[in-house]
């Protein structure tokens, strides 16, 4: 029998780092620690992108286009325990460097 997930499509090596961190705690305490560990790498992303926006930009506005470019879908996937955010910061980081 075959079942249809979504999730299969996924990288199994997020769910080996946050299940790692994870591992001593049960229950909403493992959830808890895994939506941490995807918050602490999303902000590691962010803050990277912005600290190569702010390398290559003569003025602040480049700046607030990233901060714009940090929609709430952004902000929201960062505290839920799926890659969706962490994809979604590297890719802000990947446009950041590319514009550089």
Avoid: E
Wanted: glycine residues 6%.
């Amino acid at each position: 029998m075959t079942v249809a997930c979504a999730a299969a499509r996924y990288n199994p090596a997020y769910y080996l780092v946050v299940g790692t961190v994870a591992r001593p705690f049960h229950g909403d305490a493992a959830n808890y620690a895994m939506r941490l560990a995807t918050a602490i790498i999303c902000g590691l992303l962010i803050a990277w992108a912005a600290a190569v926006v702010t390398t290559w930009s003569q003025s602040r506005w480049p700046l607030l286009a990233l901060t714009i470019a940090t929609t709430p879908v952004l902000i929201y996937s960062t505290a839920i325990t799926s890659p969706n955010g962490i994809n979604y910061a590297a890719g802000l980081l990947v446009w950041a460097s590319l514009l550089g």
